[in-house]
């Protein structure tokens, strides 16, 4: 139960995949990771909603052998201790800056020795799991993401993947183009220069590149350019795409027809 599937997967140098929760659905949440994505983002940066309303999409992920990671608002160790203990198998923390937040990310994350989280983890009870058998493979399976979005992270980026306990190094395409002076322009040139060299980079200092797009094309290219943990869309934007592709066309057909 312990083993973190995205983890091993990187470990072993292939690929993660997982999506994105759009809103604060366990409906959503269920049918997204029915798809068998390896990993689901659940945003509480960005999303108006805070743990309690997402408390149950953890144990969904759970049961399913899927991998929850929680994106926090910030580096807070309240935030991230409440996302570990609603179960969370991994935390995603924006906008880090230098490698000594990236230490502390690391330390907010895990139980001592390595860290300072509080121990009482509430998922657990609701799977029936023992502490005596949670405890001693927390700090194992808890996958760490930091996300590179500000000129100071660019400018650290080595020394923040050195730090040891993080796992993946995200590059976030929209913080990154307002970083690089191109605000929401994330076809720029520069900014695909930077996207394009940022998995070697971060590779060199033995750490998985992360990053985040929508649909295929986009996913393959990330991934042909060495990103190894990639969120490849939701199921909202995704679905309504499909469903728009389809009304189109079968309006198509019914104005050969009339």
């Given amino acids: 139960m312990f083993e973190n599937k995205v983890k091993q997967l990187l470990s072993q140098g292939k690929p993660a995949f997982g999506a994105a929760m759009p809103d604060a659905s366990d409906l959503i949440a269920k049918m997204t990771v029915d798809t068998s994505v390896d990993f689901l983002w659940i945003d509480l940066e960005h999303r108006p909603y805070e743990a309690h309303d997402v408390r149950w999409m953890p144990i969904i992920c759970r049961m399913k052998g899927c991998v929850p990671i929680i994106r926090v608002a910030g ?31 690391v330390q907010y994350a895990k139980y001592q020795p390595e860290g300072n989280r509080g121990v009482s983890p509430l998922w657990p009870i609701f799977l029936d799991v023992s502490l005596d058998d949670y405890l001693p493979n927390a700090n194992k399976e808890t996958l760490v993401v930091v996300q590179i979005e500000t000129p100071e992270g660019i400018k650290n980026l080595e020394a923040i993947a050195a730090v040891q306990g993080v796992d993946v190094l995200l590059a976030g395409p929209l913080d990154l183009s307002a970083s690089l002076g191109h605000i929401g ?16 980079r ?32 939701n199921l909202a934007t995704q679905g309504t795409i499909g469903l728009s592709a389809d009304l189109k066309r079968l309006r198509q057909l019914a104005q050969e027809i009339a």
């Fill in 185 to 200: 322009q994330i076809s720029h040139p520069d900014v695909q220069k930077f996207l394009e060299n940022f998995p070697k």
């Fill in 75 to 105: 580096l807070d160790p309240m935030r991230i201790k409440k996302a570990l203990d609603i179960g969370a198998a991994g935390i995603m923390v924006p906008q880090i800056n230098t490698a000594e937040e990236a230490r502390l990310a």
């Fill in 202 to 233: 971060v590779m060199k200092c033995g750490k998985a590149a992360g990053t985040t797009f929508i649909g295929y094309e986009a996913c393959k290219r990330a991934f042909d350019q060495g990103y190894r943990f990639i969120n490849i869309g």
